[in-house]
Nanobody, 125 residues
């Protein structure tokens, strides 16, 4: 069974960088053709795909977030990370890491087959 677990601070100050880590078990983040995503849901809003890192290490970002987002991985720990810079209160959300299967539309949250439980991040001074 694939399991994903998000970790990181629950409170970040405006203008700082939000950093989250997703630890994966039951699968390798280098397994061919899978894509590993970061998705968030602000309060009262829908799911928003932020970006992804593929099995190959290639990264993909939502255009409107690209300038502030960096996704990387540590294959030795089977983890991938999200960094979101210059945060504002509008970045307050529940953040999820997910896995999207081969040949899926990985930028569509509905096509992720495994999800972490989510972690609340609040941006506030």
């Amino acid at each position: 069974q694939v399991q994903l677990q998000e970790s990181g601070p629950g409170l970040v100050k405006p203008s700082e960088t939000l950093s989250l880590t997703c630890t994966v078990s039951g699968d390798s983040i280098t397994t061919n053709y899978y894509v590993w995503n970061w998705i968030r849901q602000p309060p009262g809003k829908g799911l928003e795909w932020m970006g992804a890192i593929a099995y190959s290490g290639n990264t993909y970002y939502k255009p409107s977030l690209r300038s502030r987002t960096f996704i990387s991985r540590d294959t030795s720990k089977n983890q991938f990370t999200l960094q979101l810079s210059s945060v504002t209160p509008e970045d307050t959300a529940v953040y999820y890491c997910t896995r999207a299967p081969p040949d899926s539309d990985y930028a569509n949250p509905q096509e992720s087959d495994f999800w972490g439980q989510g972690t609340q991040v609040t941006v506030s001074s």
